[in-house]
C-alpha cells in the first residue's frame, strides 16, 4: 500500500546479491549475434540494475533458454493481447497485488498528488536506443499537449476534478508528475492490463512528427502508408499496445517481428530487456512466442491436441472434460485457475436508451430488481456451471477482502411472486393472450439482449434466463453482432438491454480504483452516455440526471481524494452496497473456474490462480519471462 513516500528497489535478497551473480551467461539466442558485433553482450544490454524478479517469494525455479512457445488466438486484433500477457510496466502488480517499481527503479509519491518516478541507468528499449526522461516528456509534450496530436485530451487518469498535472523533467532518468489534489488513479492506471502508457520512443516516433521531421517529408510518408496526414500516420506508428508496427521499439519481454497481416506473428525476445532472474540471467527463458491465428470456434479442439503451450483465451468450463480426455495425448494438463469476474455473465439494462419508455423503465429500479429476482440462478449453476460456481450478484469475489453476504445475496433470491408483485406495482399489471406483460404503450414486454457474439456461454445463460422470464411475463430474445457494433450500439442507446461479463476486477484492494461501480467511462454498457460525460469532462455524452448514479459518482470523487486507506476501504463498502442494492447491472454467478492448458513441459506456470483482467492482466502479473521449458 501506498503511505506517504514510497521508495521501492525490488531485489531477491539485496542489490548485492545481484551484482556478485548479475549477467550469469549469454543468452544462446544471441551469441552468434553478439560473436559477430551485431548485438553488444548481455552485461551492455541490461541495465545497471536490472529488475530481479523474487523466485522465492513467487514460487518459482531457476529455468533454462529456448524454445518457442505457441499460442492461439481468434483474430489478429488478438495481437494487442502479447502486451497484456508480457506485462512489463512502470509499475506493476506482482502475484501479491501490491504495487512495485518494475520499468521504473523506483517512485516516491508524496501526499498523493505528486509523483516522481526514476528509471533504471543503462535501461535500453529493444532496438538498444536508452530509455531516458525524453521519451516520457515526448509523449506529454508533444503528443498530450500537441493542438493537433492531443485533440482526445488528457487521458482520464491524469485528471483531478479535471486539472491536469504539471510535467518536470528532473534529470536524464528522473521526472514528476503534480497534482493540487490527490491522484490515487494514477498508479493503477500505470499498472493496468490495458495501461496508461505515459512514454513512446522519442528517438523512433521524432520522424512521424511535424516538429521535428520537414513537412513534405512528412507528406510523402502519410502518402506511403496510405494515412491522410502526419497525425494519422503519427498515430497508426505510435499504438503501444496493438502489435501493428514491427518496426516500433518496445520494452515488453518480447516483440513482434510480423508485419500484419498474417495468420503467424512471431514475437521474438527482447535482446535489452530489464528483468533478470536471481541468478542474474537476463529474461525472458523462451525465445519466441508464436501466435497462431485460427478461427476462434476451433480453438479448444486445437488447444485439445496439444497445438498450443499456454491457453486460456477462447476456453470455456465446459471444455474442461474434453480438455481433460486430450491430456496425455496432447501431451499437455488442464489447470483451473478461478475467476476473478464479479459475475460469469450479466445483463446490462441500458439507462442511456435512446428510447423515452425503455429509459424510463429502466431506470426505474424496481424493473431491475423484478428481473433479478425472476431469474434462477440455481439452475444456471447446476446445468451449466455443474454446481462449482456461487449463485451472485455482480460483486467482489469471496477471496476478496471487501466480500460480503448482503452484496452477493442481494436481489438474486429466485422469487416469481415477488417479481411479479414489483411488475404490477409499477402498473405494467396488463397481459396479452399468452401472459406476456404490456407496456405503457400497448406494445409486449419484449426485451432484445445484444451480445458481442463471442460467446456460446452467454447464449446458454440467456436461453435459460429467457425461460425464467417467461414466469414473470416478459419475453427475451438475444440478438447476436460484432463487438465493435455491439459496443456503438449501445453508446448511441440503440440498445436497450446487453450481456457481457460481470465485474472486470473481482478481488480489489482498498488502492485500487472503484471506477467500474461508478459511471466514469464510455465502455460502461449501463450508462455509456453518462460514462463519457466523465470521461471527456463534459465535452461529449450526457450529464448524470439519475440520483442513484449521481450518489456512485460523488462516492467515487470522495474516493480519489481520500486521505488514507481506512477512508478509501469505507467508500469501496458504500459503493458496493449502493451497486448491489440498486441492481444496475443484473449478475448471474461468479467465482467459476478457468481451464488453463499448460504444456506438460512448460515450468513456473502457477498450478492455482486468478484467471481475470485486472489485476492480473489473465498471465501478465505471474510473469510469463519467468516460464520455461524443461525440455
Not at 456460446?456 to 416478459?474: A, F, N, R
Amino acid at each position: 500500500m501506498i503511505r506517504g513516500i514510497v521508495k521501492t528497489v525490488f531485489c531477491v535478497v539485496g542489490f548485492a546479491c545481484l551484482m556478485a551473480t548479475a549477467h550469469a551467461g549469454e543468452v544462446p539466442m544471441w551469441e552468434a549475434k553478439v560473436a559477430s558485433g551485431e548485438l553488444p553482450p548481455v552485461e551492455k544490454r541490461l541495465p545497471v540494475e536490472p529488475m530481479v524478479v523474487n523466485y522465492a517469494a513467487e514460487n518459482k525455479s531457476a529455468g533454462k533458454y529456448g524454445g518457442d512457445m505457441r499460442i492461439l488466438m481468434g483474430k489478429a486484433k488478438d495481437t494487442r493481447q502479447m502486451a497484456v500477457y508480457s506485462y512489463a510496466r512502470i509499475v506493476g502488480y506482482g502475484p501479491d497485488f501490491i504495487l512495485q517499481p518494475d520499468i521504473a527503479k523506483s517512485f516516491d509519491v508524496k501526499e498523493g498528488r505528486e509523483f516522481t518516478f526514476t528509471l533504471r541507468k543503462g535501461h535500453k528499449w529493444s532496438d538498444g536506443h536508452p530509455l531516458t526522461s525524453e521519451d516520457f516528456r515526448y509523449f506529454w509534450e508533444d503528443m498530450v499537449q500537441h493542438p493537433e496530436l492531443g485533440r482526445e485530451g488528457v487521458p482520464t487518469d491524469m485528471l483531478v476534478e479535471g486539472e491536469e498535472p504539471t510535467f518536470e523533467v528532473i534529470d536524464e532518468l528522473t521526472f514528476k508528475y503534480t497534482w493540487s489534489k490527490p491522484n490515487p488513479a494514477f498508479l493503477p492506471a500505470l499498472a493496468g492490463a490495458s495501461p496508461l502508457y505515459i512514454y513512446r520512443p522519442a528517438h523512433y516516433m521524432k520522424q512521424f512528427h511535424t516538429k521535428y521531421t520537414d513537412p513534405d517529408k512528412l507528406a510523402e510518408l502519410a502518402a506511403e502508408a496510405e494515412t491522410k496526414d502526419w497525425t494519422a500516420l503519427h498515430t497508426r506508428k505510435q499504438r503501444q499496445r496493438r502489435a501493428e508496427n514491427p518496426d516500433l521499439p518496445t520494452l515488453q519481454a518480447w516483440w513482434n517481428r510480423t508485419p500484419p497481416p498474417s495468420t503467424r506473428f512471431i514475437f521474438e525476445r527482447n535482446p535489452f530487456y530489464h528483468r533478470v532472474d536471481p541468478d542474474g540471467n537476463q529474461l525472458p527463458y523462451i525465445d519466441n512466442v508464436i501466435m497462431n491465428i485460427v478461427s476462434k470456434d476451433v480453438i479448444p479442439a486445437k488447444t485439445g491436441t496439444g497445438e498450443s503451450d499456454l491457453q486460456a483465451r477462447y476456453l470455456r468450463f465446459d471444455h474442461i472434460p474434453f480438455l481433460k480426455q486430450g491430456e496425455e495425448q496432447g501431451n499437455f494438463k488442464t489447470l483451473l485457475w478461478n475467476l476473478g469476474r464479479g459475475s460469469q455473465v450479466a445483463l446490462f439494462p441500458n439507462l442511456n436508451a435512446a428510447d423515452p419508455m425503455w429509459r424510463d423503465l429502466n431506470r426505474d429500479v424496481r424493473f431491475r430488481r423484478a428481473l433479478s429476482l425472476g431469474i434462477n440462478r440455481d439452475e444456471i449453476n447446476e446445468s451449466i456451471y455443474f454446481g462449482l460456481a456461487q449463485p451472485s450478484a455482480n460483486t467482489v469475489l469471496p477471496d476478496s477482502k471487501f466480500h460480503k453476504a448482503e452484496y452477493a445475496n442481494a436481489w438474486i433470491a429466485h422469487d416469481v411472486a415477488k417479481a411479479n408483485a414489483i411488475l404490477d406495482e409499477m402498473g405494467l399489471s396488463k397481459r396479452d393472450g399468452d401472459g406476456t406483460r404490456l407496456l405503457p404503450n400497448g406494445a409486449r414486454l419484449e426485451i432484445t439482449v445484444e451480445s458481442a457474439g463471442e460467446s456460446t456461454e452467454e447464449t446458454d445463460v440467456l436461453e435459460l434466463i429467457s425461460t425464467h422470464m417467461k414466469d414473470i411475463g416478459v419475453k427475451m430474445f438475444v440478438r447476436a453482432s460484432q463487438r465493435d457494433i455491439f459496443r456503438r450500439r449501445a453508446n448511441s442507446g440503440e440498445t436497450v438491454m446487453s450481456v457481457f461479463n460481470g465485474l472486470d476486477n473481482g478481488v480489489p484492494s482498498a488502492d485500487m480504483s472503484p471506477q467500474e461501480l461508478a459511471p466514469t467511462a464510455q465502455p460502461q454498457l449501463q450508462w455509456p452516455q453518462w460514462g463519457q460525460h466523465n470521461e471527456t469532462g463534459g465535452k461529449a455524452g450526457e450529464e448524470v440526471d439519475l440520483d442513484a448514479a449521481k450518489v456512485q459518482l460523488a462516492l467515487y470523487n470522495k474516493w480519489m481524494v481520500a486521505p488514507d486507506m481506512d477512508k478509501k476501504t469505507e467508500i469501496w463498502h458504500e459503493m458496493l452496497k449502493n451497486y448491489t442494492d440498486q441492481v444496475f447491472t443484473i449478475g448471474t454467478v461468479n467465482n467459476s473456474k478457468q481451464p488453463v492448458v499448460v504444456s506438460s513441459d512448460l515450468r513456473n506456470v502457477p498450478e492455482e490462480a486468478i484467471y481475470s483482467w485486472e489485476p492480473t492482466s489473465y498471465f501478465g502479473a505471474y510473469r510469463p519471462d519467468t516460464f520455461w521449458f524443461d525440455r
